[in-house]
């Protein structure tokens, strides 16, 4: 039972996860949008979507630093575990805090406002289930475990585990012993993110960080081939001596 | 220097008579789908007037455009790439569905399945946005013709910037139409705008596109668009704009809105320019600076230094010959009647207009005086200064100078071309009076009153030396339509996901040959013949017009009226064209 929950299960979700995206950017380069329903609404909008976006940016730099960097690390740079987890547990938890409003404004929005309802598909919906299971079981053992006990150290458990799926050495006995809490959230992280590449989240993944750098007009040559359609092997257009792809 | 290429147009407004033919064509051919109702690529303002999206013109709000900063460089007025980016979560500056209108349907449904009862059963509105019935406030074109009155035209943000007493009068005094399209800017701030870098300016043409496949949904070009004139898609949730027709341009044959242009008001054509330029001509100081700053980026195509450059920037020969021959060049650099639509927004508008003289004519018919007298229209320009005042405002960056040239000139082809055809002698004083010599004001006449199709239109075809026909042979799956079972249509992830349908490229002599040709559709029966009514000048009878006759003796006396019964004619009567042989 362990291994089916700690080993294949977190496996499938990668594979499911990493083959989904390549295979949508492939499929369904169309269909890789944010989907934003701002035009039908904008001032429910303007708050909720940067207290969740922005939260939600907060809670993913957290789980990078709790679950990828070693504690051995942190500690060799001088920061204590009390420190540490105080950092960790208060800043967790107004970014989650700011996540979940945000969510719930958002989600109110989408089901009272009539336009952005209609809007919205089942796919949608079942999304919303999974994230928002997923952010409320992850703020739920946060708190619980801070507020009845003193505090869970994940970085003991959960962390090395995590690691050690990505040494393809798992070892699931170590999140047998985690709390129930966090166990209900790992998994249904997992299950997020088996999800993910057939979702509207896809969006997560073309965050133009490129914008940053790249010069404000493009310029792009026509396409080779005329017609949207890509050529079939075989049909492909006779190079008309390079003409223009050079003039920039 | 390094000679770029653009497709530009000019349009001249004397001739728009504001009957949205431009703008319904052109939504038939790319805007009927679902998710666009509300986009209009093309639409016809009535000025003074809101616009659409209602007041898009007050950057002020819509922060649309370039904005110099005090060091001289230009930055999007919505702010530079890290503002962009932390406000990409919700846009501030977006307009909402309300600043176009909610598109509606009606339910016809009701017509038929209402029950029997004392009244009409009517179809009600009912919204495209969410599904419920609905009031109709406002539409595309809700102040058409200055509909509404003083009540729509106070919202005009042009009418704000001229003087209280213009905007007293000003519906009063006149009323002309603004057809646009997306500008094609030499300077796109939609592009600049965009996080993804889908929107781009192609190499060749300078078009401005949209990469469907790299656009996911930001909604900043919107903002950064000053003319509002790319649209959000809000199935598909992905930017879409005026394409300037590109896969009808490709190939040679001019845009929707210009083919099918009833005025016949719109001229295309090549310019070319000097990209190293545009950047320094964009951010001059003055905003009134940057008409004659526009002009000084175009290169003279005939000027053999710049068609040297041309060649060595892979511009083929036959485009360097059509930039030769462009209309949009004589409009803008040689009769310097054209003007760009707000220039001081600085993206380097190339859709260019000849502002409209006829207002300026009405009020001097109307107040008794002759209209076409040189004197009188010359007097009339400087005097009537609400409309140039008005028309600064759109042109020129509100500098009355070049619009009041543009008018005189306009004002003194109409007044030598009118001593011309009363068989008085040409006045050459007239030209001499807005520079011009006699011989190029008729050159201007016939370029803006006679000139036929391939003079207004001087398209080079696009160089891809392959089989474009093939395009349009059965190569997609038969079954790929709306719920076929090809999968065609809706996706598993939301509007339209998945492959593209393809648009067919139509190859131009593919379809002309179809258009003209006058074979059978099918031989066997030729009843079936394809006549284009369009292609037919009136004289004669086409093979095929009518139905064959039946071969009977009386054949010659039966009257017009008659029509000739069923009959399985064969294929060699029809041939020899027997029918003609009456007329």
Redesign the interface.
Known sequence: MNTVLWVIVPYLSIVVFVGGLIWRHRYDKFGWTTRSSQLYESAVLRWGSPLFHFGVLLVLIGHVVGLLVPKSWTEAVGISEHSYHLMAVFLGTVAGMCTLIGMAILIARRRLVGPVFAATTRNDKAMYVVLGSVIVLGLLATVRANALGDGYDYRETVSPWFRSLFYLSPDPEVMAEVPLGFQLHVLAAFVLFAFWPFTRLVHAFSAPVGYLTRPYVVYRSRDPHPGLRAPRPGWDTIPSSGRRTAAR | M?V?AQMAMVMNLDKCIGCHTCSVTCKQAWTNRSGVEYVWFNNVETRPGQGYPRTYQDQATWQGGWVRTRRGRLK?RSGG??K??LS?????K?P??RDYYEPWTYEYEHLLTAPAGEHTPVARPR?L????DMTITWSANWDDSLAGGNETAAGDPILARVSERVRQEYAKAFMFFLPRICEHCL??SC??A????A???????GIVLV?????????MCVTGCPYKKIY?N?????AEKCTFCF?RV?IGIPTVCSETCVGRLRYIGLMLYDADAVARAAAVENETDLYEAQRSVFLDPHDPAVVAEAQR????EDWIAAAQRSPIWDLIMRYEVALPLHPEYRTMPMVWYIPPLSPVVDVLRDTGHDAEDAGNLFGAVDALRIPVEYLAQLFTAGDTAPVTAVLRRLAAMRAYQRRINLGEPPDESIAASVGMTGEQIQDMYRLLAIAKYDERYVIPA???????G??ELA?GCSLDYEGGPGMGGT????E?????A????ENFRALADRQRGETFVDPADPSRARINLLNWDGKGRPAGLFPPRPPSPRRPEESPGNPPKESPGSPEEKASGSPEEKQ
């Open positions: 390094r770029m999007p790439r890290i962009r980016l990409i979560f919700a846009n501030p977006l909402s569905i919204s946005i969410s599904g419920r300077n796109p592009a600049a965009c996080p993804s870098g929107i781009y300016k192609r190499a060749e043409d990469d469907q496949d790299r656009c996911r949904g930001w909604r959000f809000h199935r598909t949730g992905k896969p490709e920037s892979g511009i083929p696009a160089h891809a030396e392959t089989a474009q093939l395009e190569t996706g598993p992830f939301g339209s996901s998945g492959r593209y393809p648009i067919a490229v």
